[in-house]
């Protein structure tokens, strides 16, 4: 929608001297990018186009749109699908896309392409997002189980290690308490996973990932890890389960990739505090 030309003089100032002054660009930058693309004048080209980026609005942007297509100007037209994707609102009551709507629906189509698309990407970003910190919320619920059955934390320890050592609270603590509540309701629990215990199911599937992850079974000191890991021996051959594969291999990049960016937990400054735990402190024979 080209409704003002500018003035004579303007055009050849500019194009003859491949420059324009900024009054020139807010008054007559859409026809200056034209002129300036069809006699082939490059760098009033990319001035042109900078300074139509910077003078993008919802009511203009279809028009600039349009005119960014036409003059093979690649950077404008990304920044003017943007705008008008996440402005769509505002740009869709303008008088421009009415127009577009009635004169190009092949542009109108590509521009509700492209907004589909954006908005899908962002759901992907973010679903991807949501599994990541689950995949880390376990890969370090399996930290707190080594390091519970090993060491011990507050109130839950192996039984032959001294409770007056390392009885935390650990670096991890959040995560650490909400581990040693399930695995003291899993101790006493009367229904456990056949009865339909939810946390006690919870609790099962925590060792048998554990087990899955394990990669010194004879010295380890989690229950159930060598009996999980002999029961997937023996399975293998029946079955295949690909997804408890795929959730193993997730929970360990998790692990690879939180190991590089957060500190090792800090052993030596859990040791010697919270001595009053001792008596509440549960064993682990499961
Ligand atoms: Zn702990
Ligand atoms: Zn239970
Ligand atoms: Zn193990």
Known sequence: MLKLSPPADCASRCTAASWC??????KYG????ALSHVFLVPQLKLRCTKA????????????????ARLCDAP????????????????????????????HDPWLELQILQFIAETESRKKRRKRHREEQSLYLQLSEAMECLEHLCTEGCTSVGPSDVEP?????????????????????????????????CGRCKRMWQLFRLHSSICDQPDLCRVPLCRQFKLKAKQEKK????????????????????????????????EAGEMADHHGTRSLIRL
Request: with cysteine; aromatic share 6%.
């Open 52 to 67: 139509l980026v910077e003078r993008l609005t919802n009511d203009n942007v279809v028009d600039v749109l349009q005119l």
């Open 164 to 196: 007056t050592k390392n009885k935390g609270p650990c670096s991890r603590f959040a995560t650490c308490q909400g581990l040693q509540l399930l695995i003291r309701h899993f101790a006493t629990c009367k229904m456990r996973v056949n009865g339909g």
């Open 238 to 269: 029946d079955t295949d389960d690909g997804r408890w594969r795929l959730l193993v291999r997730k929970v360990v990049s998790a692990k690879a990739i939180s190991s590089l960016s957060l500190p090792k937990r800090k052993r030596e400054e």
């Open 21 to 26: 002054s900024e009054e020139d660009l807010d």
């Open 75 to 102: 950077d404008l037209h990304l920044k003017c699908m943007k705008l008008v994707s996440s402005n769509f609102k505002y740009v869709e009551k303008t008088e421009g896309w009415k127009f577009l709507q009635d």
């Open 30 to 33: 859409i026809h200056l990018l």
